[in-house]
Each structure stands twice: as C-alpha cells, then as structure tokens.
C-alpha cells in the first residue's frame, strides 16, 4: 500500500484514487501501448478501466516541464520519489514524502522542476466521458504556445 492522506474531496476520482493506492490492482489495457516515451518523461500505463486511469510517470534528472493542463483529465499527481518541485497557478510546492498528492482538475495549468534525482510520479485519472483513453500526455494543452518549440531540458531555454 502506498501511504496516503484522504483528500478533501469526495467524488469518483477521490474514491477511485483511495482504492487504487489501497490494493494496487494491475490492470495494463490489452490493446494500444502500454508505454509512451516523451522527450525526457516515460509514461506507463498501470491500470485502466472505463473512464479511470493510472499511469506512472518516470521524469529524467534535471528536467523542466513547462506551464500546461490536460483538457480532458481529471487527476491526482501522487509523488512516490525523486526531486520534484510543482508550479500550479502561481503557487508553487515542492514534494518529498510519499503519498504526497497534488489534485490537477481538467485546465489546471501547472509544471513541474525535476532535480538532480529525477522524478517518480504516479498519475490517477479519471477522463472525460466520451474521450477514447490514452496517455495524459495525449490530452495537453500549453499555457504559452511558444513552449511547444522549446525543449524540456533545464536551462535550454
Ligand atoms: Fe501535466
């Protein structure tokens, strides 16, 4: 079980995040990809059933990920380890402990500071109906179009 302080919040990606770090359940989908690599970040999908999702998240050493949101996504970004300092609409934290969790509801614009350690992040979804499932990486969206062009490693832009 991965250690945990209940959210705030009671709705289905709440209960679904409770029982997901509760049992661990591995459910990989039996069609399409299993693993999406971006430039410096590995995505893997864990478990997926219906509208819910878990993907982990394997962030290189020294990396910047730029302000975005994900427009069809609702979720939970649950830190399991490494050096990672979140930015989310002006505010900005840094997480340490496992189980530590941050909710990013569907155009939360945020971004991410991963360290010298690289980052480990275990990402809880639950999708907009009607959207076929994919990494979350599929549904993003960037705060300034000029990012796109620019690249994720840390001081290259
Ligand atoms: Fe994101």
Redesign the pocket.
């Known amino acids: 079980m991965i250690p945990f302080t209940k959210p705030e919040y009671d709705d289905s990606l709440t209960r679904f995040l409770v029982d997901y770090l509760t049992n661990e359940p591995a459910l990989p989908p039996v069609t399409g990809p299993v693993v999406h690599m971006y430039e410096r970040v590995v995505g893997s999908t864990l478990y997926r059933s219906g509208r819910q999702q878990v993907q982990l998240f394997t962030i290189m050493p020294n990396t910047e990920i730029p302000m975005?949101a994900?427009p069809d996504v609702d979720s939970y970004e649950v830190y399991l380890g490494g050096d990672i300092h979140f930015r989310i609409e002006g505010g900005s934290k840094t997480v340490t402990e496992i189980g530590a969790m941050i909710r990013?509801f569907p155009d939360t614009q945020?971004g991410a500071t991963i360290g010298q350690r690289g980052g480990l992040l275990l990402s809880v979804q639950e999708w907009r109906a009607g959207v076929d499932l994919s990494s979350?990486g599929e549904s993003w969206t960037f705060h300034d179009p000029c990012h796109v062009h620019k690249s994720f490693e840390a001081g290259a832009h």
């Open positions: 975005h994900h990013l945020h979350i």
